[in-house]
């Protein structure tokens, strides 16, 4: 179970809005940890806490194809994001990334910015504790379960190399 | 007796081993070739060397193309090109493509025999799709996962559920591939076919050229598509005969395959589009697209610019000359292509119009490198994207349309439909 705040964003949230271009000669995630999703809502990046959430609505992570961009939601601390739906290559990248991504229209819709979210990542039942409801994800292959419990796709394959992490 | 499959779910089968794949399932599988380019390199190779990658999988199903700063355009990019040609060195990869041999990669892997039907592909660039047109599952991925097919020579895949898309009709005059493209855009929307893949069927085909499915696979992207095959005929196997670096061997999806859904496009009546700023659904006839000034045309990229598509933008511009206030820019995609257009006259016709040449490259399609625009300017592309800003100032205006719309927009000083110039 994984407990946290819900932050709420609306649809087409795009890789440029998650981490805007002009942050990206920096090569480190957590320069980009520092000002994620920030042209949306400045306060996000500082006042984040581990293990809250990202709730958005439609196609989220649209536009340019950026691995920084599911890296520094990662970083920043964030346990999951659950989304109406994600782009193709949003939706690819993250679980890469090794950041868990759900799908959920009705959490979409229903959750307020700020209730607090309870979250059993291997059955997808999301709790909202302060309206006391609950939703149900779409399932996530158990192949992508795996992935972000292994840490992403290139701490999987380096395992599969060299033995170890 | 295994249940039916569409095409792109019996590539991921056969590549993963298995006799059958349910779309939506997740499967590991075997690439047959592996592309990246000067944006998506860097990150890959460092992700490679990260993972303590040494070789990669097979040094003559690995392509890496500069192609969208080329020829460099300032140190910064002039430094990736080295780093790739270096990485290229070092693993010894068998076909290389540098300096007078570089060229837009989606036009240049399909032109040189080295994507081919029934294979699967990655590449570390959206318009992978595009080679959806030879009958390849071919789709685009991250860095990461590019890295890891450098030394695994496998990804995975979610086995997309497939849309049925019938083409029929008769092409009229100036017609081609970027009309049939934009007009299923406009059907589609940019959601159309989130996470699937598309498959045509139907009577055009046999009188579609290998240009035209490949502008059209290469503009599915905007619907959504991961992947966006034709079948392979005819047309396929005389487009391959003289090219295709490896035997092949054609998978054709199963009388009853499962489709999510049939859309039909007839393009009887179907008049020249152009996709209006900023955004590539934004369909409407060439004529009537807008009325605005424009200042440059663009005939270039992955999207429609090939052999074909010079012919026909050079059938317009022949004994014209363009609008004085229009810079009319042509790259030829491959440097190919660039011989066959000086060796036909098509270079001629260009230059004598007024126009400008430029280098086998990306160019202004992203606005990264030559051709960028002004605040407040407006373009006209043979591309794909016209989100704001693509090319240059976040105030300029591009439309998006074949050759034919692309050359008599020039001549005339607006968006304009080729019968306009030529009556
Ligand atoms: S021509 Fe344009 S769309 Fe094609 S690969 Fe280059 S930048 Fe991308």
């Given at each position: 179970?994984i407990?946290g705040?819900?932050?709420?964003f ?23 940890a ?10 996000f ?45 949003f ?13 959920c229209?009705?959490?979409?819709v ?15 039942l999301i ?20 992935l ?6 290139l ?11 | 007796m295994?249940?039916p ?7 991921l ?8 794949v ?12 592996v592309?990246?380019n ?9 992700g490679?060397k990260?993972i303590?990658?040494?070789?990669v ?5 690995v ?7 080329t ?8 430094l990736?090109?080295k780093?790739m ?7 010894r990869?068998?076909?290389r ?5 570089s060229?837009?990669s ?10 081919l039907?029934g ?5 570390a660039?959206?318009?992978t799709?595009?080679?959806?047109a ?11 996962d ?6 695994t020579?496998?990804?995975?895949f ?11 009709g008769?092409?009229?005059p100036?017609?081609?591939g ?7 855009l ?13 498959e ?10 290998m ?5 059209i ?9 991961k992947a ?27 009388p ?7 859309i039909k ?7 020249s589009?152009?996709?209006?700023p ?19 045309v ?11 598509d ?11 000359q ?13 440097p ?14 260009f230059?004598?119009?007024g126009?400008?040449?430029g ?14 625009l ?17 090319m ?12 034919a719309?692309?050359?008599a927009?020039?001549?005339l000083g607006?968006?304009a ?7």
């Amino acid at each position: 179970m994984i407990s946290g705040m819900a932050w709420v964003f609306g649809d087409h949230i795009s890789s440029d809005a998650i981490i805007p271009a002009r942050f990206l000669h920096q090569r480190d995630s957590r320069s980009w940890a520092k000002v994620v999703l920030a042209d949306l809502r400045p306060e996000f990046a500082s006042q984040v806490g581990f293990g809250d959430f990202i709730v958005a609505g439609r196609n989220f992570g649209c536009g340019s194809s950026r691995e920084q961009a599911p890296l520094a939601i990662k970083t920043a601390g964030v346990a999951a994001v659950i989304a109406h739906s994600f782009s193709r290559m949003f939706y690819r990248n993250a679980f890469n990334m090794g950041l868990a991504v759900f799908t959920c229209p009705e959490a979409a819709v229903r959750v307020h910015d700020g209730d607090r979210l309870r979250l059993d990542p291997y059955s997808g039942l999301i709790e909202d504790v302060e309206q006391q409801i609950s939703f149900q994800a779409q399932p996530v292959d158990p192949y992508l379960t795996d992935l972000v419990s292994q840490g992403g796709l290139l701490k999987k394959i380096r395992k599969q190399i060299t033995g170890h992490g | 007796m295994n249940q039916p499959q569409t095409m792109s779910q019996k590539i991921l089968a056969s590549r993963a081993g298995l006799p059958y794949v349910e779309p939506g399932a997740i499967v590991e599988a075997g690439l047959d070739m592996v592309l990246a380019n000067d944006v998506s390199t860097p990150m890959a190779i460092r992700g490679f060397k990260d993972i303590g990658g040494e070789h990669v999988f097979d040094s003559s199903r690995v392509v890496l193309v500069a192609d969208h700063f080329t020829p460099n355009k300032d140190v910064a990019s002039a430094l990736i090109s080295k780093e790739m040609v270096e990485f290229a060195s070092a693993m010894r990869l068998e076909h290389r493509f540098e300096g007078g041999s570089s060229g837009v990669s989606h036009v240049l892997l399909a032109e040189q025999g080295l994507i081919l039907p029934g294979e699967l592909v990655v590449g570390a660039d959206s318009r992978t799709v595009t080679h959806g047109a030879l009958g390849a599952f071919a789709t685009g991925v991250g860095a990461s996962d590019l890295a890891a097919a450098l030394v695994t020579g496998r990804g995975w895949f979610q086995a997309p559920a497939s849309i049925r898309v019938e083409l029929g009709g008769e092409l009229g005059p100036w017609i081609g591939g970027m009309d049939i493209a934009l007009a299923l855009l406009r059907l589609l929307g940019p959601e159309g076919a989130h996470y699937q893949s598309l498959e045509f069927f139907g009577p055009l085909l046999p009188r579609l050229s290998m240009e035209a499915r490949m502008s059209i696979s290469n503009l599915m992207v905007e619907s959504g598509a991961k992947a966006a095959l034709f079948p392979v005929d005819q047309v396929t196997t005389d487009y391959l005969r003289d090219k295709a670096k490896r035997s092949w061997r054609s998978v054709a999806p199963d009388p009853e395959a499962p489709y999510a859904k049939t859309i039909k496009l007839d393009v009887t009546g179907l008049e020249s589009l152009a996709a209006r700023p900023h955004r590539p659904h934004d369909v409407a006839t060439a004529r009537r697209a807008g009325y605005e000034p424009v200042n440059q045309v663009f005939i270039g990229s992955c999207a429609a610019a090939r052999l074909e598509d010079l012919r026909v933008a050079a059938q317009v511009l022949a004994g014209r000359q363009v609008h004085p206030r229009v810079r009319l820019l042509v790259l030829p995609p491959t440097p190919r292509i660039m011989l066959q257009a000086v060796r036909e006259g098509l270079v001629e016709t260009f230059l004598a119009a007024g126009g400008v040449m430029g280098p086998p490259s990306c160019g202004p399609c992203m606005g990264g490198h030559l051709g960028v625009l002004a605040a407040g300017e407006v373009a006209v592309a043979t591309a794909n994207r016209n989100y704001r800003g693509r090319m240059g100032h976040p105030s300029s205006r591009i439309y998006l349309a074949g050759p034919a719309v692309a050359a008599a927009s020039a001549i005339l000083g607006r968006v304009a439909d080729p019968a306009e110039v030529l009556s």
